[in-house]
């Protein structure tokens, strides 16, 4: 039996978009943004390596232009499936990536 547990449907994702999910675990959990292209999804942590603020602007809600994840606190870009940094106060930094699995439509942690 399989016991991973599903962070998301992958249709709750919208399509060149991201929303946000909590990870609960025992030492206090951590946030995570799960962004989509097509049938593909990456995972990061919604920790900025600018300042280490969320980058959504509201819960969930984050600014996506033309394949770009925009921080909304101070503006840097990132590259909405690298999650690389190609613009604004922290250029050339990543934001930390976490492997995920879609099985049957569900992302997963493996
Ligand atoms: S915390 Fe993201 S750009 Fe400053």
Do not use: Y
């Amino acid at each position: 039996m399989d016991v991973r547990k599903s962070l998301a449907n992958v249709d709750d994702i919208p399509d060149g978009g991201a929303i946000a999910v909590r990870v609960d675990s025992s030492t206090g959990g951590f946030d995570l943004i799960l962004v989509r292209a097509g049938e593909t999804v990456a995972a990061f942590h919604n920790e900025c390596p600018h300042a280490g603020r969320r980058l959504d602007w509201a819960p969930g809600k984050f600014l996506i232009d033309n394949g770009t994840l925009i921080c909304a606190a101070h503006g840097a870009v990132f590259g909405l499936q690298s999650g690389h940094c190609h613009g604004g106060p922290c250029r050339g930094a990543s934001l930390r990536s976490v492997p995920v699995e879609v099985i049957d439509g569900q992302v997963c942690l493996p």
